[in-house]
């Protein structure tokens, strides 16, 4: 089954670190470039990090320097998965929103639920 799910989010104050990963189920995303985008309350959701098949990053201007995108591949005898993560350092009160995987560009029919992420002040 051709799904992602996202994890790793929670409350943390400012200053604070969170890891979130998306655990993308399927061989077709070994050949993608992937993404995390976040939707932060009454805003449209944005592109933060991307990453290539090859393994190049690129983020956005706000996050540059705080924000490093990964990702590896694991194939079972059963199932190839393709794991992103981001890891997310010196967190601010902006960086509160709902994160989410996808490719890039971004395929409707892979939107998950998204981690949330809080950040107090």
């Known amino acids: 089954q051709v799904q992602l799910v996202e994890s790793g989010g929670g409350l943390v104050q400012a200053g604070g670190s969170l890891r979130l990963s998306c655990a993308a189920s399927g061989s077709i995303f070994s050949v993608k470039h992937m993404g995390w985008y976040r939707q932060a309350p009454g805003k449209r959701r944005e592109l933060v990090a991307s990453i290539t098949s090859g393994g190049t990053a690129n983020y956005a201007d706000s996050v540059k320097g705080r924000f490093t995108i990964s990702r590896e591949f694991t194939m079972s005898r059963d199932n190839a998965k393709t794991t992103v993560y981001l890891e997310i350092n010196s967190l601010k009160p902006d960086d509160t929103a709902v994160y989410y995987c996808?490719?890039?560009?971004?395929?409707?029919?892979?939107w998950g639920q998204g981690t949330q992420v809080t950040v107090s002040s």
């Open positions: 996808n490719t890039i560009p971004s395929d409707n029919r892979y």
